[in-house]
């Protein structure tokens, strides 16, 4: 008679393994996009609180301006029309759209240098 759990027969037990570069591979992407989430959401509140005309003498209105000068990329100046909603609204709105691709491309990057897969081929329709 041979029982279901038989302690005596060997046992298989399936354990999925994630190799240590899918997991590397997987944190950096997601240091990535977390920061460059970050950047673009400093630089979207600092549109709102312009677009809201907040106190720019309170202290989380200062902690956000500082924050975004220091990520909005150089474009603080790139157009300069006469308001300064509008002006925010372009400079801080392109520097935010900029860092969610820079963080798309880095991911991409990343991902194919660290898990390099098969070759990818082109297919060219010629007309014979």
Excluded at 56 to 77: E, H, Y
Aim: aromatic share 8%; glycine share 10%.
């Amino acid at each position: 008679m041979t029982y279901i759990n038989d302690p005596r027969e060997p046992q298989e037990e399936i354990v999925e393994q994630t190799p240590a570069r899918i997991r590397v591979v997987r944190v950096v992407n997601a240091l990535v996009h977390a920061v460059c989430w970050v950047f673009a959401l400093v630089l979207i509140v600092h549109i709102l609180l312009v677009f809201g005309e907040a106190n720019p003498g309170n202290g989380f209105a200062q902690l956000i301006d500082g924050w975004s000068r220091g990520v909005s990329l150089g474009l603080r100046n790139l157009f300069t029309p006469d308001g300064a909603k509008l002006r925010t609204l372009l400079n801080d709105g392109l520097a935010a759209l900029l860092w969610l691709i820079i963080g798309g491309v880095v991911t991409d990057l990343v991902t194919r240098i660290g898990l390099p897969g098969p070759k990818r081929v082109w297919y060219r329709r010629t007309l014979s």
